[in-house]
């Protein structure tokens, strides 16, 4: 399924920022539970390889 990640690192005042982005067939492809579950997930992986990382 499509989907775009947006994510800014912390600069000056401002905290990072992570935006999921979902393409408009989503709902089509899978159920709402199920892409929501697939976000979840996501978020979360990005979320330990940037401890890893950062």
Avoid: W
């Avoid at 000056?12 to 697939?38: C, I, K, P, R, Y």
Wanted: charge should be negative.
């Amino acid at each position: 399924m499509p989907m775009l990640v947006c994510y800014c690192r912390p600069q000056d005042d401002l905290d990072s920022d992570l935006h999921a982005f979902f393409d408009s067939t989503a709902d089509q492809n899978l159920n709402t539970e199920s892409v929501f579950g697939l976000g979840v997930a996501i978020v979360m992986m990005l979320e330990k390889i940037m401890e890893k990382h950062i």
